[in-house]
């Protein structure tokens, strides 16, 4: 029995506490199972006492469980209707709803639990699913970007061929996919397009389509939408965002790709580590296209300094920079110190990398946000603050940051002066990794907990409120690639208290105060002279705002088109695809790197990889999609014959047939389930090409290549082959190969 909201209002009062027995009831029933007998007792509550959501949601979980679908859509709205501030009748309905796959009754629904309770986690997440899932986009999402993919296949039309730059902005658009307030690298790459769009009218976008293997084309219009509502507010659970994250769904959905063209500059500003095939369809493009690929390489944490970061993250940057030299053109960095970690770590490679395919872009940009609103330092009460009364920490809260020594300092500071004479520590980031020994001394020492706050998620506005109000900042950092919150300090007058390590010097220049990242009594000297002694900070405010000129982000993106002028230049203007050397007697491995850091001269397979037709490369090797895969090299010659040796691996539960084809040439293979054996079959050196398909399988991914080598010295048999080349797998230490 449906009711409007208006009868239930009505009738409840009267019936609060009739429906009692009937609820017990439902609860006994639920209690042991019978899903129909307790719909039955919770609908007779509902008719006595129809004003209370309570019973309308447990009638909901019942009729759903007892198989009763329409009538547990029905329960679940009509708690809906009802008035409450918990979100959790919507959120059910919309569960339900998407189930069916009625998307806009799910999107609704969700939409309606948020604006009770914008708390409410998990409706949270599921809205944002509904947001990346191209069966639940909305008709005025699909509209939009039909609208916007069509001015830019216009665009492309009237003016493709005089387009000459492609920015690559993969792990922007990633990020947006799940967060929203951009961070360091991410405001970087926004800045640098948006001026480069100005002075470049046919410049694209594009982002990787991981798993798919293609970049997708990203309408200008939507990139600046994008990257302007993105710094207004960390609320990735807005309406106007989320309207704007379906409108992004729904434009990659439509595979517009970017126009490619002759030897055109492929730019990425940001990182593309976290795909673990950029490559191999990187390698496409410039067979294709022979485009120039230009990285920005922000810093090299996760080699020179790996404690700071988490093993995953190590691994995936490992398996990037072993491969990076061999596909880039040139490359930008943000800093001399950056510069020379980059020659370093070319050279632990086995790569000499020349300085002149390397520009140096200083990110000493003004990083005011102009278009802020002018926030009254009153809404600082909103934290306890007040003026000139604290020192701010921009920085996301991760072990390689520091906080720990700022903490360590802070308590000094009270120790000697007192609780009430110490500053406000104001740290401003989120939650990162390895940072939980962070929020233990917090906890554990409430004099300290009292003097510090900690904000994330703060709009632009909020954050140049910050800068203005505060007294000074720190950023104590162990390792940096350049150190944004050091110039942003500069920019706003501030002096920052600065680690003397990695390009931290260069940022800071002759204005900030310098301490050793491991000296607590030195940073405490600094933030003592700071806070007690203004004739000192005002004088080095003083020499900030009298020398220090940051550079708007007209020049920073002007640097860059001169950076790229260079190397045309410098550099040959041939691009030839990469095709690596193999080598008889070394091992190469077509899975991830299983320990950091690899030896040198890693022989990493990744490059051998030919054509579309691998899957992402795993910890076993790198599994092989129905089409068949190829592999391309050039085999350099041995004293005698040669053997190509490959590990092939069943994936799947029953057994396979395949064929590898070379020069024309087949040679059939079975499997078992699961079995991993060596084939071999004899080549010459020179070019090496062929292909490996499973001929049983033509839905599934049932093979996998595992490892390949080329030996002067094959066994008779089989039985034999697998045994030598299995203590050769074990007795091999190239890049961290695993152990059978």
């Excluded at 493709?160 to 902005?169: K, R, Y």
């Excluded at 580590?273 to 294709?288: G, M, S, V």
């Excluded at 120039?292 to 790996?306: G, N, T, W």
């Excluded at 940072?435 to 510090?452: G, M, Q, T, W, Y």
Aim: glycine share 6%; charged share 20%; aromatic share 10%.
């Amino acid at each position: 029995m449906a009711f409007e909201l208006g009868d239930l209002l009505c009738f409840w009062p009267f019936a609060r506490g009739r429906a009692r027995p009937w609820v017990r009831a439902g609860n006994a029933s639920r209690d042991k199972g019978d899903w129909a007998c307790a719909a039955a007792n919770y609908r007779r509550a509902t008719q006595i006492e129809p004003g209370r959501r309570a019973i309308w949601v447990q009638l909901g979980h019942m009729e759903k469980e007892a198989g009763a679908v329409p009538q547990a859509l029905e329960a679940y709205r009509q708690a809906s209707y009802l008035p409450a501030n918990d979100g959790d009748a919507p959120f059910h309905l919309g569960l339900l709803a998407r189930a069916l796959g009625d998307m806009e009754t799910a999107r609704t629904a969700f939409d309606r639990a948020l604006l009770e309770n914008h708390l409410h986690q998990d409706a949270g997440r599921e809205r944002l699913a509904l947001a990346h899932l191209p069966s639940a986009l909305s008709a005025n999402a699909r509209e939009r970007a039909a609208m916007l993919c069509g001015q830019e296949q216009d665009r492309m039309n009237a003016h493709g061929a005089a387009s000459t730059i492609l920015f690559d902005v993969s792990d922007l658009i990633t990020y947006f996919r799940h967060a929203r307030l951009p961070t360091g690298i991410q405001r970087v790459q926004i800045e640098i397009i948006n001026e480069a769009l100005k002075n470049q009218p046919y410049a694209q976008i594009c982002t990787f389509i991981d798993g798919a293997g293609y970049w997708a084309a990203i309408p200008p219009e939507l990139f600046q939408s994008l990257s302007s509502m993105a710094v207004t507010s960390g609320d990735s659970l807005d309406p106007e965002w989320l309207n704007l994250i379906e409108t992004l769904t729904a434009v990659l959905t439509t595979a517009l790709q970017p126009r490619f063209t002759k030897s055109m500059w492929f730019v990425n500003l940001g990182t593309s580590w976290q795909y673990r095939n950029y490559f191999l369809h990187l390698r496409d493009l410039q067979r294709r296209y022979a485009i120039r690929y230009v990285p920005f390489v922000h810093d090299l944490i996760p080699f020179m300094a790996p404690q700071f970061c988490v093993d995953e993250v190590v691994r995936d940057f490992h398996n990037w920079i072993s491969g990076v030299f061999n596909h880039a053109f040139a490359f930008l960095t943000n800093s001399y110190s950056t510069q020379a970690d980059l020659v370093s770590v070319a050279a632990h490679y086995g790569h000499h990398l020349n300085e002149n395919r390397i520009a140096v872009i200083a990110l000493d940009a003004d990083f005011r946000h102009h278009n802020s609103l002018k926030l009254s330092s009153s809404k600082l009460a909103r934290w306890d603050l007040a003026p000139e009364r604290y020192a701010l920490f921009v920085s996301t809260i991760e072990v390689r940051k520091n906080h720990l020594l700022a903490l360590e300092g802070w308590k000094e500071l009270i120790r000697c002066y007192g609780v009430k004479a110490v500053p406000d520590l104001v740290c401003v980031g989120r939650k990162g990794w390895l940072s939980d020994e962070v929020f233990r001394i917090i906890h554990d020492n409430p004099e300290l907990a009292s003097k510090v706050k900690i904000l994330s998620d703060i709009s632009d506005d909020i954050l140049s409120l910050l800068y203005h109000n505060c007294c000074f900042t720190i950023y104590p950092s162990h390792y940096e690639g350049w150190g944004l919150p050091v110039t942003e300090s500069l920019c706003y007058g501030k002096v920052p208290v600065v680690s003397r390590c990695s390009s931290l010097p260069e940022a800071g220049g002759d204005f900030a105060l310098y301490i050793e990242p491991g000296d607590v009594s030195d940073f405490f000297s600094a933030v003592e002279s700071l806070w007690f002694d203004e004739e000192i900070r005002e004088s080095l405010e003083q020499r900030i705002v009298k020398q220090f000129k940051p550079r708007n982000w007209k020049d920073i993106a002007e640097e860059v088109s001169q950076a790229l002028l260079k190397f045309e230049h410098a550099l040959p203007k041939a691009v030839t695809a990469y095709c690596p050397s193999i080598r008889p007697g070394t091992l190469y491995r077509l899975a991830r790197l299983q320990t950091t850091p690899p030896v040198p001269h890693a022989a990493d397979g990744e490059g051998l990889r030919f054509g579309k037709a691998w899957e992402d490369p795993d910890d076993e090797g790198c599994p092989i999609k129905p089409e068949g895969a190829e592999v391309m090299a050039i085999v350099e010659a041995g004293e005698s014959a040669l053997w190509l040796c490959l590990r092939l691996e069943g994936t799947t539960d029953h057994g396979l047939e395949g064929q590898i084809v070379m020069n024309g040439q087949s040679k059939s293979f079975a499997l078992k389930a699961r079995e991993k054996r060596w084939f071999a079959l004899p080549i010459e050196p020179g070019q090496l090409y062929f292909s490996i398909k499973d001929t049983a399988n033509s839905a599934i991914c049932s093979l996998r290549l595992s490892y390949l080598m080329v030996v002067e010295a094959l066994p008779q048999n089989a039985a034999d082959l697998d045994a030598v080349m299995g203590r050769r797998l074990q007795d091999s230490q190239v890049g961290g190969c695993p152990s059978e």
